[in-house]
Nanobody
Framework: QVQLVESGGGLVQTGGSLRLSCTPT????????MAWFRQAPGKEREFVGI????????AYGDSVQGRFTIRRDVPRNTMYLQMNTLKPGDTAIYYC?????????????????WGQGTQVTVSS
């Protein structure tokens, strides 16, 4: 199973920004669809956003729409999550995911590969 490696989490104040990165460990990995999810303590894993690799088309969850942006760097085979105007409610472990059959998938069970997660903490 292909592994995904996230980086870029940390502690930031309300209103600040962070950028997360996600890279597959295998260069030949078919990353046609990649996504970000997050999970706060005691809550279910939540869809953050998704990107279709071939054309860069993106979609976002309602709670992050307009504040978060996903983009890809094709030569580096890396997906990024730019998070702006962060709020304490954004505090969670953020996971990248891949290997879903459809750009319209939004459930964690739809994705076959996951990263180990990176902690994002937003202080008030």
């Amino acid at each position: 199973q292909v592994q995904l490696v996230e980086s870029g989490g940390g502690l930031v104040q309300t209103g600040g920004s962070l950028r997360l990165s996600c890279t597959p460990t295998e260069a030949t990995f078919n990353n046609n669809i990649m996504a970000w999810f997050r999970q706060a303590p005691g809550k279910e894993r939540e869809f953050v956003g998704i990107i279709r690799w071939r054309d860069g088309r993106t979609a976002y969850g309602d709670s992050v729409q307009g504040r978060f942006t996903i983009r890809r760097d094709v030569p580096r085979n890396t997906m990024y999550l730019q998070m702006n105007t962060l709020k304490p409610g954004d505090t969670a472990i953020y996971y990248c995911a891949a290997q879903s059959p459809s750009y319209y998938d939004r459930r964690p069970a739809d994705f076959g590969s996951w990263g180990q997660g990176t902690q994002v903490t937003v202080s008030s």
